[in-house]
């Protein structure tokens, strides 16, 4: 992994860690499908990641459509703007791939560039809603958890 690549990876983790700790509901969720698109693209193995259908890599090209499933449903069914933004994203990321089939120009390291990018705009778009939910003056889950029986904040 590149330097740029971690510090893209590091940058998920505190997306994911501040959308826990500081988010709704909906940034909760939008964690969560988060840290498991990336758990799993990280800990598959190879392998799998070059079953391919042409220049199409099937498994990511799945797992994407998997994330964009759920960021779709998020986006119809509840209240929140950001994960429209998400959507639009996670559906530019699917392009990506399509475009490395499509397109013979476009090479593996472009594809890498691109997803970074996307990774990084993804990220942007979940830290845009707990900011959203911060300035409207929302209280965080995590506040009013009740950890070991002890009663919630007022």
Not at 72 to 89: D, E, H, N, Q, T
Not at 125 to 130: D, K
Request: with cysteine; net charge neutral.
């Amino acid at each position: 992994m590149t330097p740029v690549q971690l510090g893209a990876l590091y940058f998920t983790m505190a997306t994911i860690l501040v959308a826990w700790i500081r988010g709704g509901h909906p940034e909760r969720l939008g964690a969560c499908a988060t840290l498991i698109w990336m758990t799993t693209l990280i800990a598959t193995p190879a392998w799998l990641h070059n079953v391919m259908v042409g220049d199409l890599p099937l498994f990511d090209v799945a797992l994407e459509l998997a994330l964009l499933g759920i960021f779709i449903r998020m986006a119809l069914k509840g209240g929140r703007w950001w994960p429209f933004a998400a959507s639009a994203v996670v559906t530019l990321s699917v392009l990506v791939y399509l475009a490395m089939a499509l397109v013979p120009e476009f090479d593996r390291r472009a594809e890498i560039s691109a997803h970074l990018g996307l990774v990084v705009a993804l990220d942007l778009a979940l830290l845009a809603g707990v900011g959203e939910r911060w300035l409207a003056g929302e209280r965080p889950v995590s506040e009013s958890a009740n950890w070991g029986g002890r009663t919630a904040r007022p």
